[in-house]
C-alpha cells in the first residue's frame, strides 16, 4: 500500500495515519520528520536544508524531494508507506511522480481529508502540548488533570503561538491557496479518494479496506 495524505492542517492526518499503520506494516513518512532527522544526523541533505532554515527562507523542492527519495528507499518502506505532508503543491507533485516512476514505485491512492475550516479552528485552538515530554491534550476531548500540568511527567502544558486562531486561519488560507489544487491534479490521474475527517479516527483505513475488498 502506497499512499498520500492531503489535508489542511489539523484535518488529522497523524491520527488517520496511525490507524492505518496498526493494521498495515507500513511507513508513515512525514517530511517534517525527515527533515529534523537529516539536520539532527548532519547529513549533507541536512546542512544544506539548515543553512536555508538558518537564513529564514523555505526549504527548496529539490532538496525535499532527494530527502524522501532518500527515506522511500529505506527498509521500513519496502511493504509500502504513507506520504503525510508532502506535496503541498502541483510543482511539488510533479516533481514526486517524477522520482516515483524513476524508483519504479505506483502510488495506489491520494488520500485527502475533507474537513471544514471551523472544525480545524474549534480543534486546533483547544490543543495543549506539555514541554518537557510533548504529549498533547486537548482542552475540550481530553484535558488534563490538574490545569497546566502534564498528567504524564508533570511538566509544564501550554498552547503553542501556531495553535493561536489567527496563525490557524493563515495556514488555512496558504493550504486552500498552494494544496488544494493538489485534488485537481490527482482527480486527473483517478488517484483521488475523499474522506470526511470528521468521520472517526479510522475513515481512512476503512475506505482502503472497502476499496482492498472491492
Do not use: W
Not at 532538496?63 to 521500513?76: C, F, G, H, K, N
Not at 472544525?119 to 498533547?136: F, H, P, W, Y
Not at 488534563?144 to 502544558?157: A, F, L, R, Y
Amino acid at each position: 500500500m502506497r499512499i498520500i495524505l492531503v489535508g489542511a492542517p489539523g484535518a488529522g492526518k497523524g491520527t488517520q495515519a496511525e490507524a492505518i499503520k496498526a493494521k498495515y506494516p507500513i511507513a508513515h513518512v512525514s517530511t517534517g520528520d525527515i527533515l529534523r532527522a537529516n539536520v539532527k544526523a548532519g547529513t549533507e541533505l541536512g546542512k544544506n536544508a539548515k543553512n536555508y532554515m538558518d537564513a529564514g527562507k523555505l526549504v527548496p523542492d529539490e532538496v525535499i524531494i532527494a530527502m524522501v527519495e532518500s527515506r522511500l528507499q529505506e527498509p521500513d518502506c519496502k511493504e509500502g508507506f504513507m506520504l503525510d505532508g508532502f506535496p503541498r503543491t502541483t510543482p511539488q507533485a510533479e516533481a514526486l511522480d517524477k522520482m516515483l516512476e524513476k524508483l519504479g514505485i505506483v502510488l495506489d491512492a491520494v488520500v485527502y481529508l475533507d474537513v471544514d475550516d471551523e472544525v480545524v479552528v474549534k480543534r486546533l485552538t483547544t490543543r495543549r502540548g506539555c514541554k518537557a515530554c510533548g504529549e498533547i491534550y486537548n482542552t475540550v476531548f481530553k484535558p488534563t488533570k490538574k490545569e497546566g500540568v502534564c498528567d504524564k511527567c508533570g511538566g509544564e502544558v501550554v498552547q503553542r503561538d501556531d495553535d493561536k486562531e489567527e496563525v490557524i486561519r493563515k495556514r488555512l488560507s496558504v493550504f486552500h491557496e498552494q494544496t488544494a489544487p493538489l485534488i485537481d491534479y490527482y482527480k486527473k490521474q483517478a488517484l483521488l479518494a475523499t474522506v470526511d475527517a470528521s468521520g472517526g479516527k479510522d475513515a481512512v483505513l476503512r475506505l482502503l479496506e472497502q476499496r482492498k475488498a472491492g
